[in-house]
């Protein structure tokens, strides 16, 4: 409690550096705007999941939801920056990629879908070529985290915000979370609240619908959290939540709140070990990790982490197979039912841009 009072405090402090901020993207924008600075198109379907502020507001998800609905239908390939990974420029991702080379969310694209290819690359302007060149038969291209970007102009924009912190809500950097202007919102064809309580009201919805006033030509959805079957970080084998058992639960993503809640209600006790948003583990952390775990003191025990965190401890593999250390996984559910809507709006897209 005093830690978040702190650092709410401390980045009061910096609403300075956040006037600075919102002005340096007021004028990029406006260099956009008037195309000054000049915004590229291509030839095929491009699909954008991204949001207007730093943290989790689940774009991972969505992008393998999109990848889910669509790769049957379409030669679908992702395409992202790579965040926190060690190398640099355009990758494709093969058979013995990891996630230090492509990062831990096109590296948990890949290992779900490894017949999709799944490239990284900090300038998308150039990436994009490159992985049609790669791959000539694909139809159509989901960019992750990428609606800031404007050098590339995609022909769908679905803009994640966060139930909990909408961006109607929040500040620039550093004062807050914003990373572009609130405004932008205006640029997306389909706005989706995401993390809502599942059983938000419709009254509910139509007061976020007024205070995000969305304009007439987009679309808004709702999405709450679905958390998956349990399965084991190393082997993939399934097994099965039990509510008697006490959980070391390992973090290092942005937002881990909803995980956390959902364990208060589901668990009898949990202990978290959080580590910074996209940590690269070692094996000081390992044996961190395994420490904490034998401090437990239950019969019935286990470690628990998230998609993004299994990834990052593949290579550990020798280490951590024998322990009872799982993966929850975490999906969107729309509410309201209107999935088939937003799957309607997407499949469209794509089949009129084709014509």
Not at 6 to 25: H, N, T
Not at 111 to 117: D, M, R, T, Y
Not at 333 to 354: A, P, S, Y
Request: aromatic share 12%; hydrophobic share 40%; with cysteine.
């Amino acid at each position: 409690m005093f830690s978040n009072f702190f650092l709410k405090s401390f980045r009061i402090l910096l609403f300075p550096f956040a006037l600075l901020y919102w002005l340096v993207i007021g004028i990029r924008n406006w260099l956009f705007d008037k195309q000054i600075l000049k915004t590229a198109e291509f030839g095929l379907p491009l699909i954008c999941v991204g949001n207007l502020s730093v943290g989790g507001t689940g774009k991972s998800p969505m992008v393998e939801y999109l990848v889910g609905r669509l790769k049957d239908d379409f030669k679908v390939a992702t395409l992202s920056r790579g965040y926190k990974r060690k190398t640099k420029g355009y990758l494709l991702a093969g058979n013995n990629t990891s996630a230090l080379e492509i990062g831990d969310e096109p590296m948990q694209f890949h290992l779900k879908f490894p017949s999709v290819p799944v490239a990284v690359g900090e300038e998308r302007i150039e990436a994009i070529p490159q992985l049609l060149h790669d791959c000539p038969d694909t139809e159509v291209i989901i960019l992750d985290d990428a609606f800031q970007h404007r050098s590339i102009k995609a022909g769908l924009n679905i803009l994640l915000t966060e139930y909990g912190n909408l961006f109607t809500r929040d500040f620039y950097l550093p004062t807050g979370d914003l990373r572009d202007l609130k405004k932008s919102y205006k640029r997306a064809e389909i706005i989706i609240v995401t993390k809502c309580k599942p059983n938000l009201t419709e009254a509910e919805k139509q007061k976020l619908i007024r205070e995000i006033k969305p304009l007439p030509d987009q679309h808004i959805f709702f999405t709450a959290i679905a958390y998956g079957e349990l399965y084991h970080v190393i082997s993939g084998k399934p097994a099965n939540f039990s509510h008697s058992a006490e959980i070391l639960l390992v973090s290092g993503i942005a937002n881990p709140r909803p995980l956390k809640k959902m364990l208060e209600e589901h668990s009898n006790i949990y202990h978290l070990l959080q580590y910074s948003d996209h940590h690269i583990f070692t094996i000081d952390d390992l044996n961190e990790i395994r420490k904490r775990f034998d401090e437990l003191e239950s019969e019935e025990k286990i470690i628990l982490t998230t998609e993004k965190d299994a990834v990052r401890l593949q290579k550990f593999s020798n280490e951590i197979g024998g322990l009872p250390f799982f993966v929850i996984p975490v999906r969107h559910q729309f509410l309201f039912n209107e999935g088939t809507i937003f799957d309607r709006l997407v499949g469209d897209f794509i089949k009129d841009f084709k014509k």
